[in-house]
């Protein structure tokens, strides 16, 4: 039975160290009256959308690095404005941002992602579990990758959430790597997946064609969507970002594994395209029916074992 939904995946364009939170916040807006224009109820935004990619940079001031990158509230009086907007749209919104939280006088932080309903509350949060780089100062690497050193590995697991009659989880960037983290939103019913990113066109460790990393990006979200017949949004922050460019190439892909609509451009981009929940629901009785051709008695290594140990069966 078809049942649609109209999602949006609103990239955004470089965000530069220089460019204020209140800037940021303009050009959401914009994306999301351009999204709104165009039909879509759920708007997808990218990992970190509210700064620079921040862990590109080495800083030592680790209050300035607070106040300049991360919030402490969600929404703050700065970045109320996108929420009033969502909620006077009846928009539905998914957002990544650096976040602060105190826990009994203990200040952590986390790479986070919220979805916010149309009537502007809080549906759901997830904290980025794969972080990817280093915690180390790399002086002589062309640009740095410290999630190791600014963010926890996030507390709160995959979980799907109940948002805007559909099912629907959280991952962010690096996440969209590792199987593991699809399956489990996948055994939790998830029918939408949502994620930003930020990933650099350069490969920080060895020399690697742009084309290629866009390649295992596109090739990674078709497989995820249809091995676990998901509608799956992944929206990129990208372009020369300080001088450091990332690549778009944000996607909306179907259950079946093709890509539904894609960006072009590497700046504020809009795309939109008018989602049927159902497609995925054939896949989930018959090929990818879970309950009828899992094996998990053969699967103990995934969560026994994090890395490779060579064992010879014979
Ligand atoms: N923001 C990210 O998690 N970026 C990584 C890069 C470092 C490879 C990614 O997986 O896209």
């Known amino acids: 039975m078809s049942r649609h939904l109209k999602i949006a995946a609103a ?55 607070d106040a300049r990158y991360f919030e402490r509230r969600m929404p703050s009086p700065e970045t109320q404005p996108l929420f009033d907007e969502a909620k006077k749209l009846g928009i539905g919104f998914y957002i990544g941002y650096g976040e602060l939280d105190e826990e009994q006088g203990r200040i952590r932080r986390f790479n986070s992602a919220i979805l916010v309903t149309p009537e502007g509350n809080i549906a759901g949060k997830y904290r980025k579990v794969h972080l990817p780089g280093h915690a180390d100062h790399k002086p002589h690497a062309a640009f740095q990758h410290l999630e190791k050193k600014y963010f926890e590995v996030g507390n709160l697991g995959f979980r799907t959430f109940r948002f805007m009659d559909t099912i629907t989880g959280m991952l962010i960037c690096n996440d969209r790597r590792w199987p593991e983290a699809f399956r489990v939103l996948g055994l939790q019913g998830a029918e939408i997946v949502t994620l930003g990113f930020n990933t650099p066109t350069e490969n920080l460790h060895y020399p690697e064609p742009p084309a290629l990393r866009v390649h295992h990006h596109l090739i990674m979200a078709q497989s995820m969507a249809f091995q676990n017949a998901i509608w799956l949004v992944e929206t990129a ?12 190439h944000s996607v909306i892909v179907a259950p079946t594994g093709e890509i539904a609509a894609k960006t072009v451009s590497e700046d504020d981009e809009v795309i939109v395209h008018n989602a049927d929940l159902g497609l995925g ?27 490779v140990e060579v064992t010879p069966s014979n």
């Not at 955004?12 to 939170?21: A, F, K, M, V």
Request: hydrophobic share 45%; charged share 30%; proline share 4%.
């Open 237 to 248: 922050k990208c372009g020369a970002e300080d001088g450091f460019r990332m690549f778009g």
């Open 11 to 65: 990239q955004l364009g470089p965000l530069h160290r220089s460019d204020t939170r209140a800037a940021a916040v303009k050009r959401l807006v914009a994306l999301l009256r351009e999204a709104n224009a165009g039909g879509a109820k759920f708007v997808v935004f990218p990992e970190l959308a509210f700064t620079t990619f921040f862990p590109r940079w080495w800083m030592e001031d680790q209050s300035e690095v």
């Open 281 to 307: 629901e054939n896949l989930r009785k018959t090929m990818f029916n879970l309950a009828a051709h899992r094996r998990p008695e053969h699967y103990k290594l995934i969560v026994e074992r994090i890395g």
